[in-house]
């Protein structure tokens, strides 16, 4: 059954540090609807009702340009171990640059991720558990570290000429709010 929560709990907080995974979902007021898997040690609790993520450099960047033109973000955590839990943080949401003033203060709650391009505030207004059943149990191997040598490799000219070919707008042709010089 589902429960739901006006704020995160330190049990939820617990959940969700076990959690080598957790999924993101926007969308704007038209066009695609978004879901991207995320990984890393990338994800923070900073009290009941504000979480943080940092986005390091992917093929698209359709997160930021739906939060330009409508702010909603649901983040799902999901247990793939032992004990079957959902949970889904739902607010509004806003991104941080790399220029922008609170970037040094948020970057440095996470290890450094080569490529990182913008950190994700979410103001939660609720929180919501459901059960899991249907959830395969599943041992992680660990994470991946192909982006961070990718990054390596390109180097932050390189970073910069991607952000500029594939960053700077969404599929739908919406700005993502990414300035690359």
Same mark, same amino acid.
């Given at each position: 059954?589902?429960? /739901? ?13 076990? /959690? ?39 093929? *698209? ?9 409508? &702010? ?16 889904? $943080? ?15 203060? $948020?970057?440095?709650l996470f290890p &450094? ?12 207004? $609720?929180? /919501?558990?459901?059960?899991?059943? *249907?959830? &395969?149990?599943?041992?992680?191997? %660990?994470?991946?570290? $192909?982006?961070d040598g990718w ?6 000219? %390189? ?10 707008l969404s599929l739908? *042709?919406? &700005? ?6």
């Amino acid at each position: 059954m589902a429960t /739901q929560f006006p704020a995160l709990t330190e049990r939820h907080e617990k959940f969700i540090a076990k /959690q080598q995974m957790f999924f993101v979902a926007t969308a704007a007021r038209d066009g695609r609807v978004n879901l991207s898997p995320k990984g890393l040690d990338a994800f923070r609790v900073l009290g009941p009702h504000r979480v943080v993520w940092l986005n390091g450099t992917g093929s *698209g960047n359709e997160t930021a340009a739906h939060v330009l033109d409508s &702010p909603r973000m649901t983040v799902m955590f999901c247990s793939f171990a032992r004990e079957p839990q959902i949970l889904r $943080l739902y607010g509004e949401a806003r991104a941080v640059h790399p220029r922008d003033a609170e970037w040094d203060e $948020l970057a440095g709650l996470f290890p &450094p991720i080569r490529g990182a391009r913008n950190i994700f505030v979410l103001d939660v207004d $609720l929180v /919501q558990t459901s059960c899991g059943y *249907g959830v &395969p149990l599943y041992q992680p191997a %660990g994470q991946r570290t $192909l982006m961070d040598g990718w990054a390596e490799k390109k180097g932050d000219d %390189g970073i910069a000429a991607y952000w500029q070919e594939k960053n700077l707008l969404s599929l739908d *042709g919406r &700005p993502t709010g990414l300035e690359t010089s």
